[in-house]
């Protein structure tokens, strides 16, 4: 059977498609799969709505939906595939574990499986910090780890209360929303996490003071240490304070570097543990194993989920060993023991570090922003460009409007992400209004891919603004 495949992609890039030949038939159309997952799933069901698709292969940096049409992949599990769907050396181990009748759940019981991965998690932390840390496994999620990383802060400090951003994200569970920065999907919850004080990120397109460049950077941080010092600032001494490097679902913006080290420095004099939630800017994305480590810092605690499970759900925290005075049993979790995902997180940090796809990141991301700037220079819908590595954000605004920035301008994102996947382009949408194209594809991504994918989006942008 032969699989038909969107032109652009065809012509854009010789592709070997014999392996995306169905080994079996597909008895469902995609609609039928689509109604049946409306009749059956719950409506809090989210990407279906965007990608009205049902994928039935996958490979590298493209999938297949069973009517046999090919898409280049650049949400990859919103971030969680780093070396990409299907990648054969993390199939060969899983499938040597299946046969070796090794346990596939161990709670926290460790396993020889258990024991390598942890030493090759060490391998790929930064020097100082891997001599003094301590893991702990979590729950499956990212969401589960950031409540791990809060509960160790305030067991260790005796405080209670926690230093968030705006923009922030950590999650879904009730705890993470109190720290989440998208009004709303808090809304609708009450009794949220209870003192939870929120403080400007540097957002520098769309400046929280009103203020430029450095001068934004200053305020900024002028702002968080003069509340700290206040007396009369009404914020207890938090337990913590917890930040992304690069904030993903806030529209893909990077902390500058020297934001990040005053930051450390300031929580380092007030004695605040520091959290950095490397859930989807971690493992290689952002050019650097960790993102924070563009800024030569350490934190205190590393939150790490996503792709360090190899596509399986796993997540760990990773912590100053002066912070662990926590009795057993204080962070538990049935499926902290996934031998499988271990399996497959060990084969991600081998590779990543034997094929320097770090580096990889760093030069394709590069590649893709200088696509991306290019593209801005001609199309005033285009507000900023930003982010860092394999994590790069577009913001669409709407410059008909006599402000500066010009407004955020969702309709045309979503427009435009539309025609993304008409013409066989998945991107994940984000940012304020929803407004910000992100690009989160996988790690192994070549420069002829990554010309592709530009030369889509250029072309989805162009069709999106005609429909205006």
Not at 312 to 319: A, D, E, H, T
Not at 415 to 442: H, K, M, V, Y
């Amino acid at each position: 059977m032969n699989v038909i495949v969107n032109k652009a992609v065809t012509d854009s890039l010789p592709l070997n498609l014999d392996r995306f030949y169905h080994q079996a038939p597909i008895t469902l159309s995609s609609n039928e799969y689509l109604d049946r997952q409306a009749a059956q799933e719950s409506n809090a069901r989210s990407y279906p709505r965007r990608f009205p698709i049902a994928i039935s292969r996958a490979e590298g940096i493209f999938i297949e939906d069973t009517k046999g049409q090919l898409f280049i992949d650049c949400l990859a599990g919103a971030g969680t595939l780093a070396l990409g769907h299907n990648h054969p050396d993390i199939h060969q181990a899983l499938k040597t574990h299946l046969d070796s009748m090794a346990p596939l759940h161990t709670l926290d019981i460790t396993t020889p499986v258990k024991d390598a991965f942890v030493n090759k998690l060490f391998e790929a932390l930064p020097d100082n910090f891997a001599q003094q840390a301590k893991v702990q496994f979590c729950g499956p999620t990212g969401a589960d780890a950031v409540e791990a990383a809060l509960k160790l802060a305030k067991t260790a400090t005796g405080r209670r209360s926690v230093l968030a951003f705006s923009g922030a994200y950590h999650g879904m569970t009730h705890a993470t929303l109190g720290i989440m920065g998208d009004v709303s999907v808090k809304e609708p919850v009450h009794n949220l996490m209870a003192e939870v004080q929120f403080l400007p990120f540097p957002y520098l397109y769309r400046c929280p003071m009103g203020l430029e460049a450095e001068q934004s950077i200053d305020s900024n941080l002028h702002y968080i240490e003069n509340m700290l010092n206040d007396s009369h600032s009404g914020v207890l001494p938090p337990a913590a304070l917890i930040v992304e490097a690069i904030q993903g679902e806030g529209g893909a913006i990077p902390a500058p570097t020297r934001w990040l080290k005053e930051l450390r420095r300031i929580t380092k004099e007030h004695n605040i543990p520091l959290i950095l939630d490397e859930v989807q800017c971690g493992m290689g994305r952002s050019g650097k194993m960790f993102a924070f480590e563009h800024a030569d810092i350490e934190p205190d605690i590393i939150v790490i989920s996503k792709a360090i499970g190899g596509g399986l759900p796993l997540s760990v925290i990773v912590y100053n060993q002066e912070l662990d005075t926590w009795g057993p049993g204080a962070h538990t979790g049935t499926f902290r023991g996934n031998q499988l995902a271990m399996v497959a997180g060990k084969v991600v940090l081998e590779t990543i570090a034997e094929q320097n796809l770090c580096k990889n990141a760093e030069k394709m991301g590069e590649l893709l922003k200088a696509h991306l700037l290019e593209l801005q220079a001609e199309c005033s819908y285009i507000g900023d460009v930003r982010g860092q590595g394999l994590m790069l954000g577009v913001e669409i605004v709407d410059p008909r409007e006599n402000t500066s920035p010009a407004p955020t301008f969702k309709e045309l994102a979503s427009i435009i992400q539309r025609q993304c996947l008409q013409n066989g382009l998945i991107l994940e949408s984000g940012g304020r209004n929803d407004s910000t194209l992100r690009f989160l594809p996988p790690l192994i991504i070549k420069e002829d891919e990554v010309n592709l994918v530009a030369g889509i989006f250029k072309k989805s942008v162009i069709e999106g603004v005609n429909q205006l």
